[in-house]
């Protein structure tokens, strides 16, 4: 069965199609900058030459249009037809609390994210324009939506709750759900295989820093706390969003900087973070070279970040009396040697030693860079977001043809 996995944002889509069979990858790519004046499409056949072209792609449904074509191109292909796709995966950043797992795309499903674009302003939409382009072009294919929110139903109530007049959570669900759910599931029981232990026998603070950026407390193999809360604007510095801040700065700026709702939403998910401290860039690569340029605001933006990091690890440590493992994942986390070294800089009273020859080996390999006198296995672990989605939509695909057979 060949699996198609759509990770589509608002103005980029990527993709992996899986052969489940063995669970291999036969074409992965991206679209980006779509809707912009030149729209790059990058695909990359297993095995082969990546081809990038840049043309003009306007909305989601040309460009999953191209990425079929890409799929099926005479040369750069690896399908005959769109007909040797059996199933579709989406990557859903907010399920609420209606999806405590994945789900088929239904006229019911559909409803459930749309009534939660208000919470995950710059995820949900995009995703469900990604739905309905496959509609669009693949008609009658299952399609199936694996939510990040997923993996932390599982929560206690004194993790997710906030301390504000209960009445709000009982009429608009107003909780923390946390994200990146997949990502911390999978790094979390990837990182007990490579040490050879029992997921259920560990205290886990995994770190999934990319672009957004959340810390998860896994206990027992198990979702105990989140950084991020009810959108994906709490807890770490990100990008461009604040995370954690006082709430009545938002009142106070809209009121004397004369914002609208609107515009001090946008200022804390698109203005804020690295970007905003920095004055530079929201990438942590630039900021990264920046501040060994000696750009003090550079440095200034790292700092924060990289301390808010270490904050976090420090209280999830606590909550859950102790640390056996410490994981870095995503964009930041697998690949800025001096974020870890700084996060982990000083942490010594928690039994975390950083070896900083492993830190510095470049791998795609799941790996422990911490001493053997370590008492916590500090460790990176590359994400895999895209496998997880195949397996669940694989899952729900044979379901549904068994059902229907
Ligand atoms: N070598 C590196 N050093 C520092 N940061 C890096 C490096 N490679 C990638 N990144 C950062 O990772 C972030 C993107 O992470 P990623 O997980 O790919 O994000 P997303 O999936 O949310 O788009 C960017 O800030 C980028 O600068
Ligand atoms: C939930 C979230 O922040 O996702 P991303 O890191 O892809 O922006
Ligand atoms: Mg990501």
Redesign the pocket.
């Known amino acids: 069965m060949n699996i198609l996995v759509i990770n589509a944002?608002s103005s980029s889509l990527k993709y992996q199609l899986y052969d489940m069979k063995d669970e291999s990858v036969l074409a992965s790519g991206r679209v980006e900058r779509i809707g912009m004046d030149s729209s790059i499409v990058t695909h990359e056949p297993e095995g082969r030459p990546e081809v990038r072209i840049v043309d003009e792609i306007l909305e989601h449904t040309s460009a999953i249009k191209r990425v079929l074509d890409m799929l099926t191109h005479p040369e750069h292909g690896v399908l005959s037809s769109v007909q040797e796709i059996d199933a579709v995966g989406h990557r859903v950043?907010h399920g609420g609390e209606a999806f405590k797992e994945s789900a088929v795309v239904t006229p019911e499903t559909k409803l459930e994210i749309r009534k939660l674009f208000d919470l995950?302003p710059?995820?949900n939409p995009a995703h469900m324009m990604g739905i309905t382009a496959v509609e669009a072009v693949l008609p009658g294919v299952t399609q199936a939506v694996v939510f990040?929110t997923a993996f932390h139903q599982t929560m206690p109530q004194q993790s997710y709750l906030y301390p504000v007049p209960m009445v709000l959570y009982k009429r608009h669900a107003i909780r923390r759900y946390g994200?990146?759910g997949t990502s911390h599931a999978y790094v979390s029981e990837r990182a007990a295989e490579v040490l050879g232990r029992p997921l259920e026998e560990l205290k886990l603070v995994s770190c999934?820093i990319?672009?957004?950026?959340?810390a998860t407390a896994i206990l027992h193999g198990k979702s105990f706390d989140t950084s991020?809360g009810m959108t994906?604007l709490e807890g770490l510095m990100?990008g461009t969003r604040s995370g954690d801040l006082d709430p009545a700065i938002v009142p106070y700026t809209m009121n004397k900087e004369d914002l609208t709702l609107s515009e001090v939403n946008s200022m804390l998910n698109k203005h804020s973070g690295l970007l905003a401290i920095s004055g530079l860039s929201s990438d942590m690569r630039e900021i990264t070279e920046a501040m060994f340029d000696g750009d003090k605001n550079a440095k200034l933006a790292f700092e924060m970040y990289a301390y808010r990091v270490k904050k976090y690890i420090g209280a999830y440590a606590a909550a859950m009396n102790g640390i056996d493992v410490l994981l870095f994942t995503?964009g930041v986390g697998e690949n800025s040697v001096v974020l870890r070294e700084h996060v982990c800089d000083g942490l010594t009273f928690l039994g975390i030693k950083l070896d900083k020859e492993l830190n510095a080996q470049r791998s795609k390999e799941a790996r422990v860079i911490s001493t053997p006198d370590s008492s916590v296995a500090v460790m990176v672990v590359p994400t895999n977001e895209e496998l997880l989605i195949a397996r669940d939509t694989f899952k729900l695909a044979r379901q549904r043809g068994a059902e229907q057979a």
């Open positions: 944002g950043v995950a710059l995820h990040d994200f990146h999934h990319g672009n957004g950026a959340s991020m994906p990100m995503a």
